[in-house]
């Protein structure tokens, strides 16, 4: 298999640069990738220029179904996947973790889409800030797209997930990507790459794929550009002081070292559900992907008191594990990617040896089913014992990138959040207990030194996804050693693509230039009712002044009664005497709710479908019997859900007869499309 670049909307293959690629499995050469003669500056100007521009133009909403028509195409087409990913070493489990996790990552950033992001181009970034007294100066932050690249350059151990899970905030975001695969898997990244690119789905410009080196490309990015990398802290530091990613301030998120902690905490004994769990996810972590996930467990603390029976767990669990062919229904683990990187494992391991025991595991002696140990990049899984991890230091900074994990005991809760804190930053802390007060103070222990801390117990036990596993909706990254970077997260990952920009002017100049309705802008009144209108038809700033009506002491005790909310402040005049908030008896919040919705709405069947929940509400001045109330009801923001309805967000406003704020809230309405002709 002789791998190409994808660039500028072509095929090619220079081939100055050759490099064979083997099978982990066998040592047989499987691909050959040629790098080098790639033109950088055209490649990221065809993105900036093509791309950029194709992709700019589309709301959130449109390329959100972009991703879910790309994610439907590629799990049509996944078993070649499948079938070429054996050859990195990975089993049909770890398949299911790189390939389905991977397509089911762009499904994730579809329906997020569509539900949580307007359909728009840019996003609003919070309420609209009032900046004078008058009104009539306000500010409003918005989120606009990069002008740029979004250059992604991918580690070996995930060659489909690592692709995907960076593509797809990126594109929901409008920015185009040029992806770099790890060379010794890139022959499945290629694949991958083939099917997006050859199924015409995505707009032109919009994906680029680079085999081999990436060139002089660094020298050609801007400060609306970004590089997220996955990969070893060396390369990452090295990447990071290249000159222009620093004179230009170039945006660069970093995932990279992380030695992980699992934590199995006091209150978990051995006996307890909590012990199990930690036993067997502290097995799974080493044996998935044959140890190689930046998630993985590096360091399994344990109370001092338990370590013994921890190692013998563990031993038992890991004394199961067949190794082999990874294509071979009862194998579960594989090898390493590589013989590079079963030298790199080994090599690691022996630094460890210095400071810890091996207790589980021989790489001199152990079985493979259906391979040649000989030939291809096997190693058991490797346990070791740190009988004094107060005074390590290799422990705590050494990564085996493969199926190794060292245990340590700890004496108290204080001194195991010390040891996981010397980590120096990682993307995961698992912890194992049953006990609110012993995670709290976990959390207050360890939490800045993890982006992400999992709890495993009884309660979630069975549907639980389990320490190293990115969830889409949940940020992955962490700080210091592990990077710093912040992937994933639900749409907080697009702000990464994306521009804060402040924007100050007339509440009316702010809602022409965002399409929201602010307050003080101008409103406008139509002989119609606002809810006879069609969703197209119906204006941003379109609004309703309602009559009014007074809330009698009859009203309040009958709402009181008919509901069964007889508080005090509506019911007992004296009880209310003193009180901070009321002045006497005062009527029910959702009674001028109610009373409000009477004023407003027009009765009839018409465009508007249903009322599906309200938003922001806030009870401002108490209203008292005897005095009347009116509504304000304008159209603040619209948005398409489909072809039949959009969703329209109302702003509405009770008074009271003298001018003064009773209650705010946005309402939202399905209001019904024009019919078509």
């Not at 079963?342 to 391979?371: C, I």
Request: aromatic letters at 8%; charged letters at 25%.
């Amino acid at each position: 298999m002789k791998l190409e670049s994808f660039v500028s909307g072509r095929w090619i293959s220079p081939g100055r640069d050759s490099v064979d690629i083997r099978s982990a499995v066998t040592g047989e050469v499987v691909a050959n990738a040629t790098s080098g003669g790639i033109d950088m500056r055209e490649t990221l100007d065809h993105a900036r220029k093509v791309g950029g521009k194709n992709l700019r133009r589309l709301t959130f909403h449109q390329r959100a179904d972009i991703l879910k028509k790309l994610g439907q195409h590629l799990t049509e087409r996944k078993d070649e996947l499948y079938r070429l990913s054996f050859q990195t070493g990975a089993t049909r489990t770890d398949n299911f973790i790189d390939v389905d996790g991977g397509i089911g990552t762009l499904f994730v950033y579809a329906g997020k889409g569509r539900r949580e992001l307007p359909n728009s181009t840019f996003l609003l970034d919070g309420a609209v800030e009032q900046l004078s007294k008058g009104g009539t100066f306000a500010g409003q932050h918005i989120l606009n797209s990069l002008q740029g690249v979004a250059v992604h350059i991918n580690a070996f151990n995930f060659p489909c997930w690592g692709m995907l899970e960076k593509f797809a905030p990126a594109f929901l975001a409008g920015v185009p990507v040029v992806t770099k695969p790890a060379t010794v898997t890139s022959y499945v990244a290629h694949a991958l790459a083939s099917m997006i690119a050859d199924s015409k789905i995505l707009p032109e410009g919009t994906f680029q794929f680079i085999v081999g080196t990436t060139g002089d490309l660094f020298g050609h990015l801007t400060c609306q550009d970004v590089v997220s990398f996955t990969g070893s802290a060396a390369t990452s530091e090295m990447l990071q002081r290249h000159p222009v990613i620093a004179r230009e301030a170039v945006r660069f998120i970093a995932e990279r070292d992380s030695l992980n902690a699992a934590i199995l905490a006091p209150d978990a004994a051995p006996g307890t559900p909590e012990f199990d769990l930690f036993i067997k996810e502290v097995a799974k972590e080493m044996t998935v992907k044959a140890g190689q996930k930046c998630t993985a467990i590096r360091r399994a603390l344990v109370p001092s008191s338990h370590v013994s029976a921890a190692i013998d767990a563990l031993r038992e669990r890991l004394d199961k594990i067949v190794i082999g062919n990874p294509e071979l229904e009862n194998v579960r683990m594989g090898p390493v990617v590589g013989l590079d990187q079963r030298r790199d494992v080994l090599s690691h391991v022996a630094k460890l040896k210095e400071e810890a025991e091996l207790v589980v595991g021989n790489p001199d002696d152990f079985k493979v089913e259906g391979a040649d140990k000989t030939k291809g990049a096997f190693i058991p899984p490797l346990l070791l014992h740190c009988a004094d991890p107060v005074r390590a230091k290799r422990v705590h900074e050494i990564e085996a990138f493969g199926p190794v994990s060292t245990v340590m005991g700890y004496s108290d809760l204080d001194q195991a959040i010390a040891l996981t804190n010397r980590g120096g930053g990682s993307l995961v802390a698992s912890v194992y207990t049953h006990d609110p007060r012993t995670a709290s103070e976990i959390v207050s222990g360890i939490g800045t030194f993890h982006g992400r801390l999992v709890f495993i117990d009884r309660d979630c036990a069975k549907e639980q996804t389990g320490h190293g596993s990115p969830m889409p909706q949940m940020m992955h990254g962490g700080p210091g050693r592990a990077g710093g970077g912040e992937e994933l997260g639900g749409v907080r990952s697009l702000s990464h693509y994306m521009q804060r920009t402040a924007l100050q002017g007339s509440p009316e100049m702010l809602t022409g230039i965002t399409g929201s309705w602010s307050r003080n802008a101008p409103v406008a009144e139509k002989e119609k009712h606002p809810f006879r209108y069609h969703f197209e038809d119906l204006d941003i700033g379109q609004t309703f002044f309602s009559k009014s009506r007074t809330i009698t002491l009859e009203d309040v005790e009958h709402f009181a009664h008919f509901t069964g909310d007889t508080f005090y402040a509506h019911m007992d005049e004296e009880a209310t005497k003193g009180h901070p908030f009321f002045p006497g008896r005062v009527a029910h919040g959702y009674l001028l709710l109610s009373f409000a919705a009477g004023l407003f709405v027009d009765p009839d069947p018409g465009p508007v479908l249903a009322n599906y929940g309200l938003d922001n509400l806030r009870f401002i001045k108490p209203i008292q019997p005897g005095e009347a109330i009116k509504v304000r009801l304008t159209a603040k923001e619209k948005s398409p859900r489909n072809r039949q309805y959009g969703e329209v967000r109302w702003d509405v406003e009770i008074t009271t007869d003298k001018g003064e704020t009773a209650a705010t809230y946005e309402l939202l309405t399905m209001n019904a499309a024009r019919p078509a002709a």
